[in-house]
């Protein structure tokens, strides 16, 4: 069961083409978003769908994947692992960031 303490698996489709940076270290790092939609019926019998955006980070192999396959609109499968991080502007301010890490990427249709 410890495997099953922070693990995340969705299917969606990606918002835009993935921002890919390489880091001085040679690691490759790609940044990208995906959004899963979920339809449902409201009190008055009306389809209602509901979308949610996760942001994706994947490192090293995966990233490489990322960089060669994946386009703004294809739909994949992440396995991973949700993240939570925090930096400070230049302006002082404290931002909050959640992630998802990326350990398995499945391309789906065409």
């Known amino acids: 069961m410890n495997a099953l303490r922070n693990k995340v698996q969705l299917i969606g489709n990606l918002g ?17 978003s995906i959004a899963t939609t979920e339809s449902y019926k409201n009190a008055q019998g009306e389809k209602v769908e509901d979308t949610q955006w996760h ?9 490489e994947i990322v960089e ?3 386009v703004k609109g294809k739909q994949v499968a992440i396995d991973g692992k949700l993240t939570y991080r925090s930096y400070e502007t230049k302006e002082g301010e404290k931002k909050y960031i959640t992630e998802i890490k990326c350990n398995e990427l499945l391309m789906l249709g065409k």
């Open 68 to 70: 060669n396959f994946l």
């Open 55 to 63: 942001n994706i980070v994947a490192w090293g192999k995966t990233a």
């Open 16 to 32: 835009n083409d993935p921002e890919i940076v390489n880091l001085e270290s040679g690691t490759k790092v790609a940044k990208f």
